[in-house]
């Protein structure tokens, strides 16, 4: 004899799904909805947006970041096309329209990049900081395999022998560097680092989610394995 709790636990899946078999399919139907959506989630939070910390001063950003790299584009001629020079050395510029100039703007060394625009950087491996000595203005959006996952704040503005860089939270392996008041932008010496090997790092969101998806998981499986009691006396 059911139990008023009882009948009112059983007769909606009934009603709902008429047989054990149909019952079974609806729920692992639903089962692999529910860890679809859950895993769909889990891959978007790898690309949630950084945090990320700004620096105008050259060397409270040295200190912060660690080992890094330098590029000072005193190794080529003026007048060179920069693509893949420096690949060895970590990074690529993959628009292939940014030239070596020689100009007294560029305090540093005398030399520096005309992006003709904006510069698209590409990094042989994840990074977590990138900046640069410039003229002019400077603004920095950080790139993880193609996406857009954090900026810079708005450096620079009229003048020269400015610095600006950025540390994220979350490594990146690439970057679009612009002028933020013309759109053409200028590098005197670059600096990225460190590298964090060919893979980002896990988050704790993602952790976090991860174990959600193994909770919902767990819990549907139990309501395959434990079925109606209507439904399994017509077997």
């Not at 950003?61 to 080992?67: E, I, Q, R, V, Y």
């Not at 190794?75 to 993959?94: H, I, K, N, P």
Request: aromatic share 10%; hydrophobic share 45%.
């Amino acid at each position: 004899m059911l139990r008023f709790s009882d009948r009112l636990s059983y007769v909606a899946p009934m009603c709902l799904f008429g047989s054990r078999k149909d019952y079974h399919m609806k729920t692992m139907k639903n089962l692999l909805n529910c860890r679809a959506l859950v895993f769909a989630a889990f891959f978007v939070a790898r690309a949630a947006h950084a945090g990320t910390i700004s620096y105008t001063d050259l060397d409270a950003f040295n200190t912060a970041l660690g080992s890094h790299s330098v590029i000072q584009f005193t190794e080529l001629a003026e007048g060179v096309t920069v693509g893949e020079q420096y690949a060895s050395r970590g990074v690529s510029f993959t628009d292939l329209n940014d030239t070596i100039l020689a100009d007294t703007a560029f305090l540093s060394d005398g030399f520096g990049l005309n992006g003709h625009g904006s510069i698209t950087l590409q990094f042989s491996s994840f990074v977590t900081g990138l900046g640069a000595l410039f003229p002019g203005a400077l603004s920095i959006q950080l790139l993880s395999d193609g996406t857009a996952i954090g900026n810079s704040a708005a450096f620079g503005g009229s003048g020269e022998d400015f610095f600006g860089g950025v540390i994220s939270d979350i490594p990146f392996n690439g970057a679009v560097l612009s002028d933020w008041t013309d759109g053409r932008v200028f590098l005197d010496d670059l600096y990225f680092g460190p590298s964090t090997g060919a893979n980002v790092p896990d988050t704790g969101a993602s952790a976090a989610l991860l174990v959600i998806s193994m909770g919902l998981t767990a819990i549907l499986a139990c309501c395959v394995r434990h079925e109606p009691r209507h439904l399994s006396a017509r077997r």
